[in-house]
C-alpha cells in the first residue's frame, strides 16, 4: 500500500463531507475544470479506495452510527403508531410516560389553547427511504417486480403500548 501525497488525504477526508467525488476534488484544490475526472480517477485508485473505507470504518466506531442504526431509526418512524401516546380515554399521556421508540418519532409539541399538539416525523418519507434500501423501487423509481415483502423491525427498550408493523 502506497502514502497517500499530502492532497490525495485531503481529497479523502473531503470526499466523506458528502460522498462527491467531483466536488471533494475541488474542495481538495484540483482543478474545477477537470474536478469530474480527477474525482472519478482518485476513487479508483485502490489506496484511495482503502483510505475511504478505512476512514468511514473509523467514523463508524467513533460515532456508533452504523447502516444498521440509521434502518432502524428509519423503521422506527415508518411503523411509528401515535395510539402509543394516548391513554384508554384518547387523553394524551404526560410526556415523562411516553414509550421511548414513540417519542423519538415526535418532530415537534406545542402547548396551545386547543390543547397540545403533537407533529410526528413524515411516515411516508421514512417508509420511502426504507423501500429504496430494500431495492423496492428500480433506478427510474417504479417497482420492482421481485421486491422484499417483508421488513422484520425489533424495537429495543420499547415496553409500550405502541403498535409495531401495523
Known amino acids: 500500500m502506497q502514502t497517500l501525497t499530502p492532497k490525495q488525504a485531503r481529497f479523502v477526508q473531503e470526499y466523506l463531507i458528502d460522498l462527491n467525488a467531483t466536488q471533494a476534488a475541488i474542495r481538495a484544490g484540483y482543478s474545477s475544470k477537470a474536478a469530474n475526472?480527477?474525482?472519478?480517477?482518485?476513487?479508483?485508485?485502490?489506496?484511495?479506495?482503502?483510505?475511504?473505507?478505512?476512514a468511514m470504518a473509523a467514523r463508524a466506531t467513533r460515532t456508533l452510527v452504523s447502516q444498521d442504526l440509521i434502518i432502524r431509526e428509519l423503521a422506527r418512524i415508518a411503523f411509528s403508531d401515535i395510539r402509543g401516546l394516548l391513554d384508554d380515554e384518547g387523553k394524551m399521556l404526560p410526556v415523562s410516560e411516553w414509550p421511548a421508540d414513540l417519542a423519538a418519532c415526535v418532530s415537534s409539541l406545542k402547548d396551545g389553547d386547543a390543547g397540545r399538539e403533537?407533529?410526528?416525523?413524515?411516515?411516508?418519507?421514512?417508509?420511502?427511504?426504507?423501500?429504496?434500501?430494500?431495492?423496492?423501487?428500480?433506478?427510474?423509481?417504479?417497482?420492482?417486480s421481485a421486491?422484499?415483502?417483508?421488513?422484520?423491525?425489533?424495537?429495543?427498550n420499547s415496553g409500550s403500548r405502541a403498535r409495531q408493523g401495523e
Do not use: C, Y
Open 37 to 54: 475526472r480527477e474525482g472519478a480517477r482518485l476513487l479508483a485508485n485502490v489506496d484511495i479506495e482503502s483510505a475511504v473505507q478505512n
Open 118 to 144: 403533537v407533529k410526528m416525523w413524515d411516515k411516508m418519507s421514512a417508509l420511502e427511504k426504507l423501500m429504496k434500501h430494500m431495492g423496492m423501487f428500480e433506478t427510474d423509481n417504479t417497482q420492482a
Open 147 to 156: 421486491a422484499p415483502s417483508k421488513i422484520n423491525v425489533t424495537f429495543v
